[in-house]
């Protein structure tokens, strides 16, 4: 299972864009890149997942370079209501449905 | 509405006093699976269910059982609970796992053992 690395802590202010760079060197062929968001004391959101290039639905856009080793989670235009963490997984389909959570990155966004 | 549900929400217990956390879910998954989630430690799988009669372990099972019995439900057992299972408990569903899937988490259940 690929290792994910991530930085442990950002912050933003309302209205911008932020990016959180997630890095995955030992990415295999048949694995996704999966984003998930978790606020206090509630279960972790499924946000959005991809392959490679760019994926993008009405929360998140994912930016996956050609060689897969990072990916990019951008959040458009954020509000207070997103401070939250934000986790990077490697998922496979060959690993029972095991999500592996690191530490996250905890995203503060101020006034 | 599509989710999945924990009871209790909240318990405060005693060491060695045998307890049952419940899950459900309504999306007919047949995968489901629990986590432990520790300051420090992140989110951890104790036990996983492939589909019905179908569990395994996962990194945390020391100290727990599950059930699969039916689809919708996969109980949490502590037989004995210990201080150290004090933490924040999700239960998890999702669609036969493969590639573009993703995991629907309940609320959580806070547990406290004194």
């Known amino acids: 299972l690929a290792k994910t690395t991530q930085p442990i802590s950002m912050d933003s202010y309302e209205g911008q864009e932020v990016n959180i760079t997630c890095s995955h060197n030992n990415i295999a062929t048949n694995d996704y890149i999966t984003w998930y968001q978790q606020f206090p004391s509630q279960g972790p959101r499924f946000i959005i997942q991809g392959y490679k290039t760019k994926v993008t639905n009405e929360v998140a856009s994912l930016f996956i370079p050609a060689d897969r080793k990072s990916s990019t989670l951008s959040l458009p235009r954020v509000s207070l209501s997103d401070t939250a963490v934000y986790y990077c997984l490697v998922v496979s389909d060959n690993q029972g449905g095991k999500l592996i959570f690191g530490q996250g990155t905890e995203l503060s966004v101020k006034p | 509405e599509a989710q999945v549900t924990q009871n209790p929400r909240y318990l405060i217990t005693v060491t060695g006093k045998k307890l049952t956390v419940t899950c459900s879910q309504n999306?007919?998954?047949?995968?489901m699976s629990w986590y432990r989630q520790d300051p420090g430690l992140g989110l951890r799988q104790i036990y996983y269910s492939m589909n019905v009669e179908v569990t395994d372990k996962g990194d945390v099972p020391e100290g727990y059982k599950v059930s699969r019995k039916e689809k919708r439900n996969f109980p949490l057992i502590l037989e004995s609970p210990s201080p150290n299972q004090t933490s924040l408990y999700f239960c998890a569903s999702s669609s036969t796992p493969g590639q573009e899937y993703e995991q629907y988490f309940g609320p959580g259940t806070r547990l406290t053992v004194t």
């Open positions: 999306m007919n998954h047949e995968y």
